[in-house]
């Protein structure tokens, strides 16, 4: 099993209530991600990161901030959180060496904003 | 146009059958080809993965890719109620980035 943990398994929660989504990986790689998830529809990546201190948004748009100042910790922020927010929120991370790029996945956090 | 498209199912079998899943991609330029299986609670884990065209097998699973239809299958043989989860194809992009089907959730039932 993939050594990537996540924190909160689960989250209910007001709207415009701070919230961070913990991420932690014992792995040693470089590469995280952050993954937004609804049913049925495909993973859609909100942030990134390539290592310490390098951020990048991802392909959704997304009103979330991420840091990296520790190699094995990737923290996502929502600021005010909003019912539009509520989703499965998964965290990976790759070695990322190669173009095959395989991704170790937390177990998620569902969120959900009244 | 979705850059790859898988239908989301459910799709339900009865146990020991043959299953077949599927994707259609749009770029020929993609090279790697990857299923991911996940189940209920969980994040999703790699299963098997392929690299250009042709076949990889792994026990009862087999992995297939025909780039001149840009098509991508994955085959379980003697199916089991263990194998019901959700099957999520995937490839990458010059970035390196994961490009995700929509995920087929699977059922086996007993």
């Known amino acids: 099993e993939a050594d990537i943990y996540q924190t909160p398994r689960y989250l209910v929660i007001g709207t415009g209530k701070k919230i961070t989504l913990e991420c932690s990986q014992t792995?040693?790689?470089?590469?995280m991600y952050w993954y937004q998830q609804d049913p049925g529809m495909e993973l859609h990546l909100i942030h990134y990161?390539?290592?310490?201190?390098?951020?990048e948004k991802g392909d959704l748009s997304s009103e979330s901030t991420v840091s990296r100042i520790r190699t094995e910790h990737f923290p996502l922020t929502l600021e005010s959180a909003r019912p539009s927010h509520t989703s499965q929120y998964l965290c990976?991370?790759?070695?990322?060496?190669?173009?095959?790029?395989?991704?170790?996945f937390g177990p998620g956090t569902r969120l959900t904003v009244l | 146009q979705k850059e790859v498209e898988q239908d989301p199912g459910p799709l339900s079998v009865p146990e020991g059958a043959i299953v077949s899943l599927n994707c259609t991609y749009s770029?020929?330029?993609?090279?790697?080809f990857m299923w991911y299986r996940q189940y209920s609670r969980k994040g999703p884990e790699l299963l098997m993965y392929?690299?250009s065209s042709g076949n990889k097998e792994d026990g009862r699973f087999t992995a297939q890719v025909d780039k001149s239809s840009k098509y991508i299958s994955l085959f379980i043989r003697d199916s089991q109620p263990s194998d019901s989860a959700t099957y999520l194809c995937?490839?990458?992009?010059?970035?390196?980035?994961?490009?995700w089907g929509a995920g087929t959730k699977l059922i086996i039932k007993p």
């Open positions: 792995m040693g790689h470089d590469k």
């Open positions: 392929t690299y």
């Open positions: 995937a490839t990458t992009d010059s970035n390196y980035q994961l490009i």
């Open positions: 990161s390539y290592g310490v201190n390098s951020t």
């Open positions: 990976a991370s790759s070695a990322g060496t190669q173009m095959l790029n395989e991704q170790f």
């Open positions: 770029n020929s330029a993609f090279q790697y």
